[in-house]
T-cell receptor, first 116, second 113 residues
Framework: AQKVTQAQTEISVVEKEDVTLDCVYETRDTTYYLFWYKQPPSGELVFLIRRNSFDEQNEISGRYSWNFQKSTSSFNFTITASQVVDSAVYFCALLYSGAGSYQLTFGKGTKLSVIP | DSGVTQTPKHLITATGQRVTLRCSPRSGDLSVYWYQQSLDQGLQFLIQYYNGEERAKGNILERFSAQQFPDLHSELNLSSLELGDSALYFC????????????FGPGTRLTVL
């Protein structure tokens, strides 16, 4: 069974602080894909990153970085020098691909509040 | 803007009624997915279509059904609505039905009174 755990329900930081959002996943697949999505207060789901299980290189995109570690089944997301616009709910997701089905299993999300 | 469109943005209806949610995928995408986001259950996969054919079903109630039309747009039909069906319904699309990224529409917020 696929499972994604985001243990942090809510996090508050002061603007310009760094913050890390944790994501732990469970899967029996040897090939799998992990995603992060952002849901701002307006409600839409915005794609941030996709990572496959064969690529353990960390990725950096501006103030965002992701640390993928297969040994601990974790795919953590760090925001450096946080800004008020980063306030949102962030979801980690695992792609289940079996029997022609390609469905995302989402964690419960972490609500990030960046205080000015 | 993801390129996925959903209508209507908001829908308010009464218990026992039937509603239809509409989704247009990104240009060129053949796969459409429906997800439900509720406070109780979080984000849950409902159903997937590829080029007009159903590919997978998740936690979709029997009162709910969907289809994908030849022009690739999709509709999610919800009938005999209950209070607990109030949720945000998302449509997503991707290119081949595989490991490509699913891009989400803005969602339809359904309120059942």
């Amino acid at each position: 069974a696929q499972k994604v755990t985001q243990a942090q329900t809510e996090i508050s930081v002061v603007e310009k602080e760094d913050v890390t959002l944790d994501c732990v996943y469970e899967t029996r697949d040897t090939t799998y894909y992990l995603f992060w999505y952002k849901q701002p207060p307006s409600g839409e789901l915005v794609f941030l990153i996709r990572r496959n299980s064969f690529d353990e290189q960390n990725e950096i995109s501006g103030r965002y970085s992701w640390n993928f570690q297969k040994s601990t089944s974790s795919f953590n997301f760090t925001i450096t020098a946080s800004q008020v616009v980063d306030s949102a709910v962030y979801f980690c997701a695992l792609l289940y691909s079996g029997a022609g089905s390609y469905q995302l299993t989402f964690g419960k999300g972490t609500k990030l509040s960046v205080i000015p | 803007d993801s390129g996925v469109t959903q209508t209507p943005k908001h829908l308010i209806t009464a218990t026992g009624q039937r509603v239809t949610l509409r989704c247009s995928p990104r240009s060129g995408d053949l796969s459409v997915y429906w997800y439900q986001q509720s406070l109780d259950q979080g984000l849950q996969f409902l159903i997937q279509y590829y080029n007009g054919e159903e590919r997978a079903k998740g936690n979709i109630l029997e009162r709910f059904s969907a289809q994908q039309f030849p022009d690739l747009h999709s509709e999610l039909n919800l009938s005999s609505l209950e209070l607990g069906d109030s949720a945000l319904y998302f449509c997503a699309s991707s290119a081949p039905p595989g490991t490509d990224t699913q891009y989400f529409g803005p969602g339809t917020r359904l309120t059942v009174l």
